[in-house]
């Protein structure tokens, strides 16, 4: 399985891939014209966001669980929203909490990445639009959620969308689904497996697609499972998608 990351090599954001335990430098455009460029060590490199997506459009109440949790009714199609570009943090990068906003949670979801222009793609297509897979932290202010008709303000914060540390071309499809695990400090607080999505994977991807153009980079949050709760400065918060690996964030208070 190849992974793609995105490194500070020698001062310099550059694409690299690891297949099978070798690290190459990706010459040219990893969504376009490329070729596996020089073999770096395995190790020892600053990974950054593995993408910087145009947008990353999340969708809510998808797992079976966690609608059952917030006691609400599965949804009839896609809840969708938007995060902003600048909400994105990569791996080890900090999560920061602003005052005076109240609760805010984590929540663990399987990242979809696009790998190339996507309109009006059908579901039987979708996989071929696919990078791979990415861990999500849809950080979320609670209580601004249930306060307000809109998600944009609670969920639109700068670093609230972790996302890292690799995009892995992970078979989403294969039986079985792909487990989605959200970690706080020691404890695991959410357990979950893709065959517990409402809308799967695919759908979605022509679900969005009729509404709007996904871009290389573009970024599709799927939904959390049940589990989810309360972060703190001082925490340590991470998630772990099967055969992508772990991203892992400190959460911090702001300073004004
Ligand atoms: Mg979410």
Same mark, same amino acid.
């Given at each position: 399985?190849?992974?793609?990351?995105?490194?500070?090599?020698?001062?310099?954001?550059?694409?690299?891939?690891?297949?099978?335990?070798?690290?190459?430098?990706?010459?040219?455009?990893?969504?376009?014209?490329?070729?596996?460029?020089?073999?770096?060590?395995?190790?020892?490199?600053?990974?950054?966001?593995?993408?910087?997506?145009?947008?990353?459009?999340?969708?809510?109440?998808?797992?079976?669980?966690?609608?059952?949790?917030?006691?609400?009714?599965?949804?009839?199609?896609?809840?969708?929203?938007?995060?902003?570009? !600048?909400?994105?943090? %990569?791996?080890?990068? $900090?999560?920061?909490? &602003? +005052? @005076? #906003? =109240?609760?805010?949670?984590?929540?663990?979801?399987?990242?979809?990445?696009?790998?190339?222009?996507?309109?009006?793609?059908?579901?039987?297509?979708?996989?071929?639009?696919?990078?791979?897979?990415?861990?999500?932290?849809?950080?979320?202010?609670?209580?601004?959620?249930?306060?307000?008709?809109?998600?944009?303000?609670?969920?639109?914060?700068?670093?609230?969308?972790?996302?890292?540390?690799?995009?892995?071309?992970?078979?989403?499809?294969?039986?079985?689904?792909?487990?989605?695990?959200?970690?706080?400090?020691?404890?695991?607080?959410?357990?979950?497996?893709?065959?517990?999505?409402?809308?799967?994977?695919?759908?979605?991807?022509?679900?969005?697609?009729?509404?709007? !153009?996904?871009?290389? %980079?573009?970024?599709? $949050?799927?939904?959390? &499972? +049940? @589990? #989810? =709760?309360?972060?703190?400065?001082?925490?340590?918060?991470?998630?772990?998608?099967?055969?992508?690996?772990?991203?892992?964030?400190?959460?911090?208070?702001?300073?004004?």
């Amino acid at each position: 399985m190849k992974k793609f990351y995105r490194i500070d090599y020698k001062g310099s954001p550059r694409h690299a891939i690891e297949d099978g335990g070798t690290w190459r430098l990706v010459e040219g455009d990893l969504f376009g014209s490329h070729r596996s460029g020089e073999e770096i060590a395995p190790a020892g490199h600053r990974l950054l966001a593995p993408v910087l997506p145009s947008k990353m459009v999340c969708i809510g109440l998808n797992y079976k669980d966690h609608a059952a949790e917030q006691n609400k009714p599965l949804p009839a199609s896609p809840l969708m929203f938007i995060k902003p570009s !600048t909400s994105a943090i %990569g791996p080890d990068e $900090a999560i920061v909490i &602003p +005052s @005076g #906003i =109240g609760r805010v949670d984590h929540e663990a979801e399987v990242g979809v990445v696009i790998g190339r222009r996507a309109r009006h793609v059908k579901e039987a297509d979708a996989r071929g639009y696919v990078l791979g897979l990415t861990c999500f932290n849809d950080v979320t202010a609670r209580e601004l959620q249930q306060k307000g008709a809109q998600y944009t303000h609670a969920k639109g914060f700068d670093t609230f969308a972790a996302i890292g540390p690799c995009v892995a071309d992970v078979d989403y499809q294969a039986d079985g689904g792909v487990g989605v695990q959200g970690w706080v400090n020691a404890d695991k607080r959410q357990d979950s497996s893709t065959q517990q999505l409402v809308f799967s994977i695919d759908y979605l991807v022509a679900y969005i697609t009729r509404v709007m !153009t996904l871009l290389p %980079g573009d970024i599709i $949050a799927t939904g959390t &499972p +049940s @589990g #989810i =709760g309360p972060l703190q400065p001082g925490d340590r918060v991470t998630i772990k998608v099967a055969g992508v690996g772990e991203l892992t964030n400190a959460v911090t208070g702001e300073q004004v």
